[in-house]
């Protein structure tokens, strides 16, 4: 019975992957096809806001499986919803993927992966055991570690499904406001003919820190 829930688990996350992947292909996970293509986007969810939605959503959940386009996702959303409802989809499709993906690997491969690669996961194993849910949240919340690699690597060790779940939650909110509101502001820069105006280079400079942090953390650690 184990392994034929092992089995089938297997299986949905192999038929979701494929379609994830022919779904999300590379010439349109760009800025500049969304731009081409921003009226009929638009026009179309105008139209049809719920499917709209649920489709970005189901788009958005694949990525935590390996899969690329999280970045760009994101963006999208802002233009297409605005700040705020993006986030909130967004929250919604982040955190439902990686609790599956961390669900399916605890149940299925987990074991498998402590073994093969332990020496790698011994840090990760480490910090975990001692500072439990903050290092979990810092991870979110940083782009240290990519998100589809929390969900794997957390899901080998004893934290527990409710801690991952509202870490996870409340993790990924900054960064899904600063690319939201940035494709937000690009919306609007482009409708406006403001290219340069404050809120556009605000929007860029929020991007640019919060890329930027991870490595600025990082080299103010080795020199202490």
Known sequence: MKYRKQLVVALFLGVLILLARFLLQDDLLTISYLQEHKQALLGYIGQHYAYAAA????????????????????????????????????????????????????????????????????????????????????LRILPVIPFFAVNYCAAITRIRLSTFIWTTSVGVLPGSFVYAFAGAQMR???????????????????????????VILRHLSSRE
Not at 193 to 210: D, G, H, N, R, T
């Open 55 to 138: 489709g970005f959503m189901l788009l958005y959940l694949a990525t935590a499986f390996f899969l690329p386009g999280a970045l760009v996702l994101t963006v999208a959303g802002g233009m297409a919803f605005g700040t705020l409802p993006a986030m909130i989809f967004i929250n919604i499709a982040a955190t439902s993927g990686a609790t599956l993906a961390f669900i399916a690997t605890r149940f299925v491969i987990g074991d498998w992966l402590q073994v093969r690669f332990s020496r790698h996961l011994e840090r990760f194993n480490r910090e975990i055991a001692r500072h439990g849910p903050r290092y979990l949240l810092i």
């Open 188 to 214: 609007m820069a482009e409708e406006l003919q403001e290219i340069a105006s404050w809120k556009v280079v605000s929007a860029l400079l929020l991007v640019c820190l919060f890329i930027l942090f991870p």
